[in-house]
């Protein structure tokens, strides 16, 4: 599996921005599908929100999401990013970084296919 680790979560304001990180090893840098979740609650389901793999394929939840957010990763493949503007209260949560270990080249890189999780980390929006 692969080893995933979140940083940079922070409480701000309504309309701030913030950027995640995701170190991630264990994996081929060459082969890869990860993305970022987010858990609002406590008992909530945990939530897709953006994909990326190794082809350079990002693929977001909803049309929303994908106008404020931005999946990315480092030149060397190791640190997943994602950058979230005009954050709202709506935005808090547990932010969770995934993998599919099993992704093969020239595979379908989904919301649902995520088996290596990192232990997240919380996101505090104040109105």
């Known amino acids: 599996q692969v080893q995933l680790v979140e940083s940079g979560g922070d409480s701000v304001q309504a309309g701030g921005s913030l950027r995640l990180s995701c170190q991630a090893s264990g994996h081929s840098t060459n082969t890869y599908c990860m993305g970022w979740f987010r858990r609002s609650a406590p008992g909530k389901e945990r939530k897709p929100l953006a994909v990326l793999d190794s082809s350079g394929r990002a693929d977001y939840i909803d049309s929303v999401t994908e106008r404020r957010f931005t999946i990315s990763i480092d030149s060397a493949k190791t640190t997943l990013y994602l950058q979230m503007n005009s954050l709202t209260p709506e935005d808090s949560g547990i932010y969770y970084c995934?993998?599919?270990?099993?992704?093969?080249?020239?595979?379908?890189?989904?919301?649902?296919?995520?088996?290596?999780w990192g232990k997240g980390i919380p996101v505090t929006i104040s109105s």
């Open positions: 995934a993998a599919d270990s099993y992704f093969k080249f020239g595979g379908f890189c989904g919301f649902y296919g995520m088996d290596s």
